[in-house]
């Protein structure tokens, strides 16, 4: 993909909301007010997240509910 490392791995909208533990629809309004930026998928320009991205995120997340 796209900017990631050879060997990076990426998360599908549901995949990521399922490991974050919110719905879809919330990661596209973060993506939307830039909260989260997605990489696109080369040929049919789906959203992917970068595997460290949303476990760092998942740290900020958990991080603010303690």
Same mark, same amino acid.
């Given at each position: 993909?796209?900017? %990631? @490392?050879?060997? #990076? +791995?990426?998360?599908?909208? @549901? #995949?990521?909301?399922?490991?974050? %533990?919110?719905?879809?629809?919330?990661?596209? &309004?973060?993506?939307?007010? @830039?909260?989260?930026?997605?990489?696109?998928?080369?040929? &049919? %320009?789906? +959203?992917?997240?970068?595997?460290?991205?949303?476990?760092?995120?998942? &740290?900020?997340?958990?991080?603010?509910?303690?």
């Amino acid at each position: 993909m796209e900017d %990631g @490392g050879p060997s #990076e +791995r990426f998360l599908t909208v @549901g #995949e990521a909301a399922a490991y974050l %533990g919110v719905t879809a629809t919330t990661l596209r &309004n973060w993506d939307k007010t @830039g909260k989260l930026t997605p990489h696109r998928h080369p040929m &049919n %320009g789906y +959203r992917l997240y970068a595997e460290t991205d949303i476990k760092a995120l998942k &740290n900020v997340i958990y991080s603010k509910k303690s």
